[in-house]
């Protein structure tokens, strides 16, 4: 059975960081893309950032281009979500989403989360709450 666990979450300040992890069970990080999503209170779900293990491409959605950085350790199977610089409008529910693909699919993404297919991942973790304080 495969299982995500996003983790790390939690309580900070504006300008602060935190880094999120994704640890995948029952599914060996090859051949996929990882993307991360976040849900605001009162907001619809949106594409956060994006890894392709085929090229490493990665993709942002524009609110978060210089601030967020994703990454994998396929050793240990866990992807990350480095965020940086937090803001109050980057409260919300994170999640972490496998799509099992050799086609580097996050080169192909827009800079609009909100228009990646979220719909076309094979697994989610439950999410990890991100509240960031003004």
């Known amino acids: 059975e495969v299982q995500l666990q996003a983790s790390g979450g939690g309580l900070v300040q504006a300008g602060g960081s935190l880094r999120l992890s994704c640890a995948a069970s029952g599914f060996t990080f090859d051949d996929y893309a990882i993307g991360w999503f976040r849900q605001a209170p009162g907001k619809e779900r949106e594409g956060v950032s994006c890894?392709?293990?085929?090229?490493?491409?990665?993709a942002y959605t524009d609110s978060v281009k210089g601030r967020f950085a994703v990454s994998s350790d396929n050793a240990k199977n866990t992807a990350y979500l480095q965020m940086n610089n937090l803001k109050p409008e980057d409260t919300a529910v994170y999640f972490c989403?496998?799509?099992?693909?050799?086609?580097?699919?996050?080169?192909?993404?827009?800079?609009?989360?909100?228009?990646?297919?979220?719909?076309?991942?094979?697994?989610w973790g439950r999410g990890t709450l991100v509240t960031v304080s003004s």
């Open positions: 890894l392709s293990s085929t090229d490493y491409s990665t």
């Open positions: 989403a496998v799509k099992r693909t050799n086609v580097p699919v996050c080169s192909y993404y827009t800079t609009s989360g909100a228009d990646w297919p979220a719909y076309e991942y094979d697994f």
